[in-house]
């Protein structure tokens, strides 16, 4: 996967995210926010880390 398409994912599960943090913190709800701050964090790390880079084979 390149990067410019780790980003655009990042960025759009980013955004659903925070929707529903906004959501869960307008209304009081605490443990529920936590829980989304680490699976997100955790779901940068992976992008990041864990999916490996495309790399285009070399032509000779």
Known sequence: MT?????????MVTILMSIGF????????IV???VLGCVWLFHILYFCLGVKK???DKEV
């Open 3 to 11: 990067w410019r398409t780790k980003i655009r994912i990042m960025v």
């Open 22 to 29: 906004y959501i869960m913190f307008s209304k009081n709800l």
């Open 32 to 34: 529920p926010c936590i």
């Open 54 to 56: 495309y790399v285009p």
